[in-house]
């Protein structure tokens, strides 16, 4: 598997997360507001990983 296919797969992983993370924060529910920050927050561990791979490039 090539960087440029890991770095995809990251970014992809990063946005389903993102975007799961985002309809949480929305909710009414407190619970799963706080759900959805800690969902996004582990989102962005995924795009610092995958741009640590672009300036290794």
Request: aromatic share 12%; hydrophobic share 60%.
């Amino acid at each position: 598997m090539s960087k440029d296919q890991i770095r995809n797969w990251l970014n992809i992983i990063f946005m389903i997360m993102a975007v799961i993370g985002i309809i949480f924060f929305v909710s009414k529910n407190e619970e799963k507001h706080m759900t959805g920050l800690y969902i996004i927050l582990f989102a962005m561990c995924f795009k610092i990983a995958e741009s640590a791979l672009r300036m290794i490039k």
